[in-house]
């Protein structure tokens, strides 16, 4: 039975998420969870850690910080330098499509606290194209080579540098809501990787021979061997484990440190203007999600600014109401140039990987749109 939070504002259509018998989701209790947490001992713990890296070899780098440029990554990059005095070595996968306020800000994450010497990882294009548009396709994810060399490059780029200490950003189970045990973990390994990273159930290898693409072009995407990160240790950890991951608490210190927020009004699908900013494209992908099981970003939005307290219930659904699941005409427009498909192509793959049982139809059975062309939820009661 279709449901909604009764303290946030997230459906009970989204995948792994469960509610307990009060009709609260488990990303709500987690957020619960996280009051009880000893963040001080946590944050002696990550003491404790970087403790073990930190200087021990003048000729390297402390830690490998995967960076976009985005709020996560220049916070990152601000605590490690600035409070825990690491020299970190930046990486970062190239965007699909990345906008001017993405380099303003990539550009400023290598030059902040003295600067960071930063790899960016330029992918071939024309394959990661290729597996774009297949993972648009096959599993409505047009972004899914993304998700994954985001995850493999620089772990790929630790070993191969012999720098054994990634930093990753936050949880995204603690955050989000997923099964228990995720939720509580420290690290990021391959299992965390294919069943959370954005593989949605394929495997890197099930490319092949899509359009051509071969073994060599799928080197970036594939995570080491156990041999490989044994050789040199590897450890990666969610800086969220440690710290409490709030935010709009993360903000301040990154602004006063050169971050730009988007200055000309919210982030296409949500209310918000400090994240997702370096990739218009992504507002399909959010819109997919929505398509897929009715709720977008600014569900998610609304729910971690729900239980942080920094807003009531009823002004999340508003903002739901009123932003939430649109058609993202800028993004597709973008979308099929970039990628070179027609419009008709476009809406038909959405069309196929939308839930009709969560959406207004017409008497012939087709989905029914608004003027503005937006899908109607059929599930508008929020009431608890
Ligand atoms: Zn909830």
């Given at each position: 039975m279709f449901a909604y939070c009764r303290h946030c504002v997230m459906p009970s259509t989204k995948p792994d998420l469960s509610f307990d018998a009060e009709g609260v989701c488990d990303a709500c209790r987690s957020a619960e969870l996280k009051n009880q947490i000893d963040w001080d001992s946590r944050r002696?713990?990550?003491e404790e850690l970087v403790a073990q890296y930190r200087g021990k070899n003048p000729n390297n780098y402390d830690c490998i910080v995967p960076v976009s440029g985005g709020k996560d990554s220049t916070y990152q990059v601000y605590v490690l330098k600035e409070i825990y005095k690491m020299n970190p070595?930046?990486?970062c996968f190239e965007a699909t499509n990345r906008t001017p306020l993405g380099v303003k800000n990539l550009n400023n994450i290598k030059q902040m606290l003295g600067g960071s010497d930063l790899i960016e990882f330029r992918k071939n294009p024309e394959a990661y194209k290729k597996m774009c548009l297949e993972g648009f396709r096959r599993v409505g994810d047009g972004e899914?080579?993304?998700?994954?060399?985001?995850?493999?490059?620089?772990v790929r780029l630790a070993v191969a540098l012999k720098i054994p200490l990634i930093i990753w950003g936050e949880n995204s189970q603690l955050e989000y809501g997923g099964p228990k045990a995720a939720r509580m973990k420290n690290v990021l390994n391959r299992r965390w990787l294919e069943e959370f990273g954005g593989l949605l159930g394929h495997r890197v290898e099930d490319m092949l021979k899509v359009e051509g693409i071969s073994?060599?072009?799928?080197?970036s995407y594939i995570y080491p061997s156990d041999e490989e990160l044994d050789a040199v240790g590897i450890q990666g950890a969610f800086l969220g484990y440690y710290f409490k991951w709030d935010a709009r608490a993360q903000l301040e210190p990154i602004i006063k440190n050169g971050f730009s927020v988007k200055e000309d009004g919210p982030v296409e699908g949500t209310y918000t203007n400090y994240e997702n900013l370096d990739d218009n494209l992504v507002a399909v992908h959010d819109y997919l999600k929505f398509t897929k099981f009715g709720f977008g970003r600014t569900t998610d939005h609304v729910s971690i600014d729900i239980r942080n307290g920094r807003m009531t219930r009823e002004?999340?659904?508003k903002l739901v109401q009123q932003y939430d699941g649109k058609y993202p005409k800028k993004g597709a427009a973008e979308f099929i140039e970039f990628f070179g498909i027609t419009k008709e192509e476009f809406d038909r793959v959405i069309d196929s990987f939308t839930d009709k049982s969560l959406f207004e139809l017409e008497a012939d059975g087709s989905l029914k749109r608004d003027a503005d062309g937006n899908l109607i939820k059929?599930?508008?009661n929020y009431a608890v």
């Open positions: 002696k713990e990550f070595l930046l990486v899914w080579p993304n998700h994954v060399g985001i995850f493999t490059v620089p073994q060599k072009d799928l080197i002004e999340g659904v059929k599930y508008q």
